[in-house]
């Protein structure tokens, strides 16, 4: 993972800190792990890295035919502070009038009618809330979630050799107090921290990290998060992710500080390839894909599925 972060063609899958669906799930760690990639980021949910890690091991033989590269590294991500990955659709049934007008709005299929009434899959919803507006009657609401029950099961998971932290605020002092009550869990792993510095002073930026690498013996990277689940395909729908992290490099080299590894996320596609040549993001040390990479292979076969995750991942090497 450190060495295609170095290479900048670190390349992850983001399952999403909400997405839970086993079937799915294992469909895309078999069709991406054959791709090519360097690291998986789930749900902290022991079912979840259950399956992925299994899946990994059903696949190996397959796996490492195709490719010269290790096993990718397992990452559980966790919110520091209320965050947007960490929520879920409430249907209030009262409201409903069953109409079917947010069914194609949801990217992951988590609402069908069955027979007469809206039904919702909790474990496809990934909380993206694009089913909200298009809702006639407020029936639909997006609502935070807890993740400590599963935590701490999560992290003593033995497949897990990365953590990433997601904050709004980007608190220094409440990142070192995690990082403590947590210490005994997060020395063994990578810590990756998820924010979007937009409001953020270029201190509370470079604080925030280097508290994190102060308390970490490897490398510490952060992903500068643009437009969250947007799930849009347009190239300019990168621009927010890599204008963030624009400022997150210019907050170190404002106070004269080493640039750290920084990846993208949020409205990232094959599109962002383009981006990504250019001088000006040559800095840049990976993609963290979720919707798109999701879209790509959800309605195809095994042989299908691997060739478009393929597809998806070589436009970044």
């Not at 991406?32 to 259950?50: L, P």
């Not at 919707?291 to 076969?301: E, K, L, M």
Request: glycine share 4%; charged share 20%; proline share 5%.
């Amino acid at each position: 993972m450190v060495c295609s972060l170095a290479e900048k063609q670190f390349f992850k899958l983001v399952l999403g800190g909400s997405f839970t669906d086993t079937n799915r799930i294992a469909h895309l760690v078999t069709a991406y792990a054959k791709a090519g990639i360097d690291c998986i980021d789930m749900a902290a949910d022991v079912a979840v890295i259950d399956v992925v890690s299994e899946t990994l091991t059903q696949n190996k033989q397959n796996t490492r035919s195709l490719l010269k590269k290790a096993r990718p590294v397992l990452m559980i991500s966790l919110p520091l502070d209320p965050d947007p990955h960490f929520r879920k659709i409430t249907l209030n049934r009262d409201n409903c009038i069953d109409c079917g007008i947010c069914i194609p709005e949801c990217p992951s299929g988590a609402m069908a009618i069955p027979k007469t009434t809206l039904e919702i899959s909790q474990s496809l919803c990934f909380g993206c809330s694009r089913c909200v507006p298009a809702c006639p009657v407020d029936a639909l609401k997006v609502l935070p979630f807890r993740v400590e029950k599963t935590m701490h099961a999560a992290l003593s998971h033995g497949s897990v050799g990365a953590v990433e932290i997601h904050s709004h605020y980007c608190d220094a002092a409440m990142l070192s107090e995690f990082l403590e009550k947590y210490s005994d869990s997060l020395k063994k792993r990578l810590l990756s921290l998820c924010f979007r510095p937009k409001a953020l002073t270029a201190k509370q930026i470079t604080d925030f990290f280097q508290v994190a690498q102060n308390f970490s013996p490897h490398p510490v990277v952060i992903q500068a998060d643009g437009d969250s689940m947007s799930g849009q395909l347009g190239e300019d729908k990168s621009i927010p992710a890599l204008n963030a992290a624009d400022t997150i490099k210019k907050a170190f080299l404002q106070l004269n500080l080493p640039v750290p590894y920084i990846t993208i996320s949020g409205g990232i596609s094959e599109k962002t390839a383009l981006h990504l040549q250019n001088d000006r993001h040559q800095y840049i040390a990976g993609v963290a894909v979720g919707t798109v990479a999701r879209q790509w292979v959800y309605a195809s076969d095994s042989l299908k599925a691997y060739q478009q995750a393929k597809t998806l991942v070589n436009h970044f090497h």
